[in-house]
């Protein structure tokens, strides 16, 4: 697991603080510290943990975590480690959801489950968990104060609890097969955009920021997140799988009940929403290509207009983000997390 030594293995802190003003190279040093995450080790568990964090994914919310910390005042040597931690953190969780979905296709490649087997992918994943309330605690070695680590567990803490009520209540909504786009939004409220505000509010709380701006902060990550999850329940109809890196008839395989298939099931004639609901409980053509379903339903959402409006509630969430960071005073750091929600919006993977 991550040593002491990994923190004084990177360039002097001068060096690396001069990335401040550079999104990119912030990025850099994440993806450079993961790399070395779990990979002096020679265990299984090791090799597991460092073939799940690399060749590292999109990295949204280390950037996230840094970002906030700077804007509030911090600096990126005190809180490195916690932003390495929150990429752990999320990695876990993909490597989970693989696991309940039965996935074998994760960034281009298979998934942890299908390449190591479901309890070795398992024990990695809690691992990985672990691993980010360790790096947090490392911060007291960088100059975060004991008291500011604990504020950031618990913030971190109560992200994760909300987690988990989100992937149970998506488990529910799917097995009463509840179309309710209410209930669905709350749902991607706790399970994708609590872990966007933690990372934003541990950021925050880190880099000494005051209680009016980690709760900016904390409602910028929140409407973030909901973005960046409606966003991502279109991409199975805007998007493939080599774009995707992972299959793209998941969602309607895992009779998953996404916010375009919501509004489309709301707009359409009665025969229509027959063919959702066998689809989604699997109950039509037993023979019948997954790809060729994914077609039809693709038609049926652009034919409803459910693919525009999904799209259309997901800007209106990047709006309130931005409107979110007008609450900091403006610097480079405000201006890259303001940049980031365009990203998030207009990304094809």
């Given at each position: 697991?991550?040593?002491?030594?990994?923190?004084?293995?990177?360039?002097?802190?001068?060096?690396?603080?001069?990335?401040?003003?550079?999104?990119?190279?912030?990025?850099?040093?994440?993806?450079?510290?993961?790399?070395?995450?779990?990979?002096?080790g020679s265990t299984l568990l090791d090799s597991i943990c460092h073939y799940a964090l690399v060749p590292t994914g999109k990295l949204f919310r280390p950037?996230?975590?840094?970002?906030?910390?700077?804007?509030?005042?911090?600096?990126?040597?005190?809180?490195?480690?916690?932003?390495?931690?929150?990429?752990?953190?999320?990695?876990?969780?993909?490597?989970?959801d693989d696991i309940i979905d039965g996935d074998d296709l994760r960034r281009g490649r298979p998934s942890v489950q299908y390449k190591y087997g479901a309890?070795?992918?398992?024990?990695?994943?809690?691992?990985?968990?672990?691993?980010?309330?360790?790096?947090?605690?490392?911060?007291?070695?960088?100059?975060?104060?004991?008291?500011?680590?604990?504020?950031?567990?618990?913030?971190?803490?109560?992200?994760?609890?909300?987690?988990?009520?989100?992937?149970?209540?998506?488990?529910?909504?799917?097995?009463?097969?509840?179309?309710?786009?209410?209930?669905?939004?709350?749902?991607?409220?706790?399970?994708?955009?609590?872990?966007?505000?933690?990372?934003?509010?541990?950021?925050?709380?880190?880099?000494?920021?005051?209680?009016?701006?980690?709760?900016?902060?904390?409602?910028?990550?929140?409407?973030?997140?909901?973005?960046?999850?409606?966003?991502?329940?279109?991409?199975?109809?805007?998007?493939?799988?080599?774009?995707?890196?992972?299959?793209?008839?998941?969602?309607?395989?895992?009779?998953?009940?996404?916010?375009?298939?919501?509004?489309?099931?709301?707009?359409?004639?009665?025969?229509?929403?027959?063919?959702?609901?066998?689809?989604?409980?699997?109950?039509?053509?037993?023979?019948?290509?997954?790809?060729?379903?994914?077609?039809?339903?693709?038609?049926?959402?652009?034919?409803?207009?459910?693919?525009?409006?999904?799209?259309?509630?997901?800007?209106?969430?990047?709006?309130?983000?931005?409107?979110?960071?007008?609450?900091?005073?403006?610097?480079?750091?405000?201006?890259?997390?303001?940049?980031?929600?365009?990203?998030?919006?207009?990304?094809?993977?």
């Amino acid at each position: 697991m991550t040593s002491e030594a990994t923190l004084g293995r990177n360039p002097e802190e001068q060096f690396r603080n001069s990335f401040a003003d550079d999104a990119e190279s912030l990025t850099l040093v994440v993806r450079e510290e993961l790399c070395q995450r779990w990979a002096q080790g020679s265990t299984l568990l090791d090799s597991i943990c460092h073939y799940a964090l690399v060749p590292t994914g999109k990295l949204f919310r280390p950037p996230l975590l840094l970002e906030s910390a700077l804007a509030v005042g911090g600096t990126l040597d005190s809180v490195l480690p916690a932003a390495v931690g929150a990429e752990c953190g999320h990695v876990a969780s993909l490597i989970h959801d693989d696991i309940i979905d039965g996935d074998d296709l994760r960034r281009g490649r298979p998934s942890v489950q299908y390449k190591y087997g479901a309890g070795d992918a398992i024990v990695a994943g809690d691992a990985l968990i672990f691993d980010l309330f360790f790096s947090l605690a490392q911060c007291r070695r960088t100059g975060v104060t004991d008291s500011q680590v604990v504020s950031a567990l618990e913030a971190v803490a109560r992200a994760g609890l909300d987690l988990c009520r989100g992937q149970s209540m998506e488990a529910e909504l799917c097995r009463d097969c509840r179309l309710d786009a209410d209930a669905y939004l709350t749902m991607a409220s706790l399970k994708t955009a609590a872990y966007f505000r933690g990372a934003c509010e541990s950021g925050a709380i880190l880099g000494g920021g005051t209680p009016e701006s980690i709760e900016a902060l904390g409602a910028y990550g929140e409407h973030l997140g909901l973005a960046f999850q409606i966003h991502d329940d279109l991409l199975p109809y805007i998007s493939d799988t080599r774009t995707m890196g992972k299959p793209e008839t998941s969602d309607i395989r895992n009779g998953r009940l996404t916010l375009p298939i919501i509004l489309a099931h709301g707009s359409a004639e009665p025969a229509e929403r027959l063919f959702i609901r066998n689809a989604l409980a699997g109950d039509g053509d037993a023979d019948a290509d997954p790809h060729r379903t994914l077609a039809a339903i693709t038609e049926l959402l652009k034919r409803t207009g459910a693919i525009a409006a999904a799209a259309g509630i997901a800007r209106e969430h990047a709006e309130s983000a931005r409107q979110a960071l007008l609450r900091l005073p403006a610097s480079p750091s405000r201006e890259r997390l303001r940049r980031l929600v365009d990203l998030v919006i207009n990304r094809n993977s």
